[in-house]
């Protein structure tokens, strides 16, 4: 996909669209020990710069907590120099993203206006019920590598931490959230129960759960631009331009 231009910096890369609105988007993308390889410019970051008109700024994070937190703290301070910022992330970035919003909310710093989770890792003590029923379907969803990769991520913090699994924090006073989900996703039940806690506290949730990875491959970025679209027409964010 072309029409966009790209400039690496120490905390990520930051893809431009041909007219930008304004808006950036912090986008943390999915673990590689999680999903495949992300590309040198991931293809969901390309695509939500042209949707959009947004500029993405493209998290890079190391692979262990807090580094990574740390890491994806610091692409949002860089998309605050370059706008207002909504954020988004896949699978471990989704649940980087998010201990981001319970950290900036704790410290009371300025929120993102929006975010939106992709098959979001919310739950690091792995007890979902999806994980067992799910994986089963999923021959590239290694359940055993991906405890192993859990185990050296979490390091020596709890993983039940709130900032390691924000699917246990107090979710008081967060932005509003969108969570995109496939239903034989292995990591479904993190959405579906992150959606019902941040609803009862009282959060801005919009739930969509996709048949399967391809539904939802094909609708996360016309999801995630809407979402943004829709926050930004209320007022939280610039209006956004794009196709």
Not at 61 to 86: C, I, T
Not at 191 to 199: C, D, K, N, T, V
Request: net charge negative; aromatic share 4%.
């Amino acid at each position: 996909m072309t029409g966009v231009r790209t400039e690496a910096t120490a905390a990520g890369l930051i893809v431009r669209p041909p007219d930008p609105a304004g808006t950036v988007v912090l986008y943390a993308p999915g673990d590689r020990y999680l999903a495949a390889d992300p590309e040198p410019v991931p293809d969901t970051a390309r695509r939500l710069a042209l949707q959009t008109g947004a500029t993405v700024v493209c998290a890079r994070y190391r692979q262990v907590f807090p580094a990574a937190l740390d890491d994806v703290e610091a692409a949002y301070d860089l998309g605050r120099s370059l706008g207002p910022v909504a954020v988004a992330g896949e699978r471990l970035g989704a649940g980087l993203v998010t201990a981001l919003l319970l950290r900036l909310r704790d410290r009371g710093a300025a929120l993102p206006g929006c975010g939106t989770l992709v098959s979001g890792l919310l739950d690091l003590t792995l007890g979902a019920s999806s994980l067992l029923f799910n994986a089963a379907g999923d021959p590239a969803f290694d359940l055993g590598a991906v405890r192993a990769r859990v185990a050296a991520y979490a390091g020596g913090a709890a993983k039940d931490d709130p900032l390691v699994s924000p699917l246990f924090g107090n979710l008081h006073g967060l932005p509003p959230i969108q969570l995109l989900a496939a239903g034989n996703d292995p990591l479904l039940d993190d959405s579906l129960a992150f959606a019902a806690r941040a609803a009862r506290s009282g959060v801005h949730v919009d739930l969509r759960v996709r048949s399967d990875a391809a539904a939802l491959h094909r609708d996360t970025v016309p999801a995630m631009a809407a979402f943004v679209a829709d926050w930004a027409a209320a007022g939280l964010l610039p209006p956004l331009t794009g196709s």
